[in-house]
């Protein structure tokens, strides 16, 4: 079963910040939060994750609540690239043991 | 960045015969891989994981005798769906994960169409 919740659909204008929320209030303490996201019949692609503090890299930011049960990731300026599915992931098992259980994602369109 | 391949990258089969889809890893060793299924407009399921020298580990309601999984190297697993009909077609996807980052690495994925 998912243990993450998604909006199905967001729309984002072109050089705008896009802020995807997910909720994931069943979440485990040495559960890792994952985004990944999928054009169009490829495969997921890695952005970012993190477990409670906030994470940022050259693609996203990742804001993670203080009680974990939710986070938003943060694309800061969106381009007509950045339309695809966005999935909200949480890793469950320990090192070497673990696999990734996927949410129903966020479709974002990016408006020009 | 890590590279996984995926091959065939589309296959269509008569309903009845048996497909086999590879996964490689190609510039690193996995001793662990996972195959997901994906239907149309909808969310990757994990179906199993592979696991290098052992049996795979099946997710709940995923029939073992019907995805056959074999990996056999540190850089090659194989999906084969055995008398596949039209309710198997669906997009499989591989992944392996990486130790740098500890994230998973996708292949592009085989769209197996049974008709």
């Known amino acids: 079963d998912a243990k993450t919740t998604q909006p199905p659909s967001m729309d984002c204008a072109e050089g705008r910040a896009a802020n995807l929320p997910c909720n994931h209030s069943?979440?485990?303490?040495?559960?890792?939060v994952y985004w990944y996201r999928q054009i169009h019949s490829q495969g997921p692609q890695y952005i970012i994750h993190g477990l409670k503090n906030n994470e940022t890299n050259e693609m996203a930011s990742l804001i993670i609540t203080e009680d974990r049960k939710s986070s938003t990731l943060i694309l800061p300026h969106a381009t007509l690239r950045d339309t695809a599915v966005y999935y909200c992931?949480?890793?469950?098992?320990?090192?070497?043991?673990?696999?990734?259980?996927f949410g129903t994602g966020t479709r974002l369109k990016v408006l020009a | 960045g890590a590279v996984v391949s995926q091959h065939p990258s589309w296959v269509i089969c008569k309903s009845g015969t048996s497909v086999k889809i590879e996964c490689r890893s190609l510039d690193f060793q996995a001793t662990t891989m996972f195959w997901y299924r994906q239907f149309p407009k909808q969310s990757l399921m994990l179906m199993a994981t592979s696991n290098e020298g052992s049996k795979a580990t099946y997710e709940q309601g995923v029939e073992k005798d019907k995805f056959l999984i074999n990996h056999a190297s540190l850089t090659l697993s194989t999906l084969t769906v055995t008398s596949a009909h039209p309710e198997d077609s669906s997009f499989y996807i591989c992944?392996?994960?990486?130790?740098?980052?500890?994230?998973?690495?996708f292949g592009p994925g085989t769209r197996l169409t049974v008709l």
């Open positions: 069943t979440i485990s303490g040495n559960e890792y």
């Open positions: 992931i949480v890793r469950v098992g320990g090192s070497g043991t673990y696999k990734y259980i």
């Open positions: 992944s392996a994960p990486g130790w740098a980052r500890d994230e998973q690495f």
